[in-house]
């Protein structure tokens, strides 16, 4: 397979992998990794993780969404935590690097297109997500309670009501409180109902105010 059976087998996807490759080409698995090194080194293929790879810019005709990017690269998985947050715009910042979560071990993964993050999280508490399209893609992420549950669980200590406030949360028009209160059931965790009380308290002294 030279470079030209590489650009129109994949152009048209965002990324692929070596399973993809063998099955489309019939060519040998370790051809293939000899000819995608060589191309990884000419800066035509990018690394995503092992295996896994997209074109670089130039060559591809999909443009790659990270955020589909973190759903695919370890799955099961969806977003959740600090990229969710800064998404539905619950914190002020925007964060780098994309948050998931996900039943299996975790891990990190960087590479030219971004940092991703995977907590776990136990098999009961993986619910509450949903689809999105972002940047025209759709993408498995938290709903906005969930987000919230998520990380003050994966948080170790308490979540009072000063490390709450620290938190700068805004936007509290956007939950739902019969939601919030119903996922955090789901864990049974007096530390998280305890979190849920004093961030409710916040939210009703917050200008945009948190219905009851």
Known sequence: MNFDRLVSLVSE??????PMLTQLTGEEKRAIIGQLHRWT???KVIPLRRSMYTLAERYRRKRLSPAALANALYTPSYLSTLW???FYGLIPEKVATYTSVTTRVPRRFSNQVGSFRYFNLKQDYF???ELKTVDGRPIMIANPEKALLDHWHLNSGEWNYNRLNGMRYQRFDLLDTKRLRSH?????SPRLH????SF???GLEDDEGIEI
């Open 84 to 86: 969710a947050l800064g």
């Open 13 to 18: 996807v965002s990324w692929f992998d070596l």
């Open 127 to 129: 619910f509450g997500y």
């Open 41 to 43: 080194k000419a800066e």
């Open 194 to 197: 305890r979190a849920l009380d």
């Open 200 to 202: 409710l308290r916040l």
């Open 184 to 188: 955090a059931d789901r864990f049974n």
